[in-house]
């Protein structure tokens, strides 16, 4: 390891590491692709169909299956390829359930304060809104049960997660909404306690964007069923015909034609996933990977967490600070590393504090987390020379 150690320090250039990580794809979304994937080896026989053949739906349902048996889902859920991403899962269920009750919305990053400004500005709905800074968790038991509650599982900008979901009684009158795209595959998750959950198969898959996945309980089946929202729906959000759920779209018959390559990329992941001992292979591989990290953060004195408390620290997208650094030092810090291969996009997000953001998911190999620690080592020593 570079000898770099006190943030304070006058730094002589330091060497190059003699290794590189072999893969150096550290993006929290899209994220890296599973070991072994190539283009070559995902299946073809579903492109240039049509998504309603045989094949297509079969595929899509396949798809849908191994997302279920990796997720551990119960019976009771429903899985739905939706459009729009995570985004447009969450919002579809924003938009064709909430209203019904009051609502909180909690947020401590970037895309809770998104699901808030659709409360507030478009649904016009007056929520209660429990916030937290950057690196913080909001205090959860302030949150009203009798109430819909938004909250993110994973903060993939902030990198603090809800440590469990002990803190959602299940005897609770509300529904509760889970933005967990940076989430699933990566941590154990009661699905009693979660009515709504979404994800996209571009995190801890490492699959294409562009789709998201919604997930329904029963309670959020029976909302749908019985409650009809004040505002217009958009038809990529509609759910419901004649009063009931429209179940062909989480029998594979998606709303808007999906991308059938995009697909057969998440069928791939989701087949890799299973190969190494389903969702407990998923969730070592993260826990292995965050570990990696942290113990490079604790060898250097000018790394730290932005999330404090580790018992609420994501051990997916993992947020960095960086001793005396602004928005101008991790560009350039970012930017060597890049123009190295030796890791790319690790920049945190832009409207987060500045810092550094390494995706830790199932898909990165530990090898490579530790392999990037000297390479960090490097880099800053670079730019506090500059």
């Given at each position: 390891?570079?000898?770099?150690?006190?943030?304070?320090?006058?730094l002589?250039?330091?060497?190059?590491?003699?290794?590189?990580?072999?893969?150096?794809?550290?993006?929290?979304?899209?994220?890296?692709?599973?070991?072994?994937?190539?283009?070559?080896?995902?299946?073809?026989?579903?492109?240039?169909?049509?998504h309603?053949?045989?094949?297509?739906?079969?595929?899509?349902?396949?798809?849908?299956?191994?997302?279920?048996?990796?997720?551990?889902?119960?019976?009771?859920?429903?899985?739905?390829?939706?459009?729009?991403?995570?985004?447009?899962?969450?919002e579809?269920?924003?938009?064709?359930?909430?209203?019904?009750?009051?609502?909180?919305?909690?947020?401590?990053?970037?895309?809770?304060?998104?699901?808030?400004?659709?409360?507030?500005?478009?649904?016009?709905?007056?929520?209660?809104?429990?916030?937290?800074?950057?690196?913080?968790?909001?205090?959860?038991?302030s949150?009203?049960?009798?109430?819909?509650?938004?909250?993110?599982?994973?903060?993939?900008?902030?990198?603090?997660?809800?440590?469990?979901?002990?803190?959602?009684?299940?005897?609770?009158?509300?529904?509760t909404?889970?933005?967990?795209?940076?989430?699933v595959?990566?941590?154990?998750?009661?699905?009693?306690?979660?009515?709504?959950?979404?994800?996209?198969?571009?995190?801890?898959?490492?699959?294409?964007?562009g789709?998201g996945?919604?997930?329904?309980?029963?309670?959020?089946?029976?909302?749908?069923?019985?409650?009809?929202?004040?505002?217009?729906?958009?038809?990529?959000?509609?759910?419901?015909?004649?009063?009931?759920?429209?179940?062909?779209?989480?029998?594979?018959?998606?709303?808007?034609?999906?991308?059938?390559?995009?697909?057969?990329?998440?069928?791939?992941?989701?087949?890799?996933?299973?190969?190494?001992?389903?969702?407990?292979?998923?969730?070592?591989?993260?826990?292995?990977?965050?570990?990696?990290?942290?113990?490079?953060v604790?060898?250097?004195?000018?790394?730290?967490?932005?999330?404090?408390?580790?018992?609420s620290?994501?051990?997916?997208?993992?947020?960095?600070?960086?001793?005396?650094?602004?928005?101008?030092?991790?560009?350039?810090?970012?930017?060597?590393?890049?123009?190295?291969?030796?890791?790319?996009d690790?920049?945190?997000?832009?409207?987060?504090?500045?810092?550094?953001?390494?995706?830790?998911?199932?898909?990165?190999?530990?090898?490579?987390?530790?392999?990037?620690?000297?390479?960090?080592?490097?880099?800053?020593?670079?730019?506090?020379?500059?």
């Amino acid at each position: 390891m570079t000898d770099v150690t006190a943030a304070g320090a006058t730094l002589a250039p330091a060497p190059k590491p003699a290794t590189k990580p072999a893969r150096p794809f550290f993006s929290s979304g899209p994220c890296a692709k599973p070991p072994g994937w190539s283009a070559a080896a995902l299946a073809t026989d579903s492109l240039g169909r049509s998504h309603r053949s045989k094949i297509g739906k079969t595929r899509l349902q396949y798809s849908i299956d191994l997302m279920r048996e990796l997720l551990n889902l119960p019976d009771t859920h429903r899985i739905g390829i939706v459009p729009g991403s995570d985004t447009g899962a969450f919002e579809m269920a924003m938009w064709t359930m909430l209203g019904a009750r009051p609502v909180t919305a909690m947020a401590w990053e970037s895309f809770g304060e998104g699901w808030v400004t659709d409360a507030v500005k478009q649904l016009k709905i007056d929520p209660t809104v429990v916030r937290a800074d950057y690196g913080q968790l909001p205090d959860l038991t302030s949150a009203d049960f009798s109430h819909d509650v938004l909250f993110t599982w994973n903060g993939t900008t902030s990198g603090v997660r809800v440590p469990n979901a002990d803190w959602i009684p299940a005897d609770r009158e509300g529904l509760t909404f889970a933005d967990a795209t940076s989430a699933v595959f990566a941590y154990d998750i009661d699905w009693t306690k979660i009515d709504v959950a979404t994800f996209s198969w571009q995190k801890v898959l490492g699959g294409e964007g562009g789709h998201g996945v919604l997930i329904l309980g029963p309670r959020a089946v029976e909302r749908l069923e019985t409650y009809t929202p004040a505002w217009p729906l958009p038809k990529v959000f509609r759910l419901v015909s004649k009063g009931k759920l429209t179940e062909g779209v989480f029998k594979g018959e998606t709303i808007n034609t999906p991308s059938m390559l995009a697909v057969e990329d998440a069928i791939f992941a989701l087949e890799w996933g299973k190969s190494i001992g389903g969702a407990a292979g998923l969730i070592a591989r993260s826990d292995a990977n965050a570990a990696a990290l942290d113990k490079i953060v604790a060898d250097r004195d000018w790394l730290g967490h932005l999330a404090a408390d580790p018992a609420s620290r994501s051990k997916t997208s993992v947020c960095l600070t960086v001793e005396g650094a602004d928005e101008a030092f991790i560009k350039s810090f970012a930017g060597l590393l890049e123009k190295e291969g030796a890791a790319y996009d690790i920049a945190g997000y832009r409207d987060a504090p500045a810092g550094l953001r390494i995706w830790c998911g199932a898909t990165v190999d530990t090898a490579d987390i530790e392999a990037l620690g000297p390479w960090l080592d490097w880099a800053y020593a670079e730019v506090k020379a500059a």
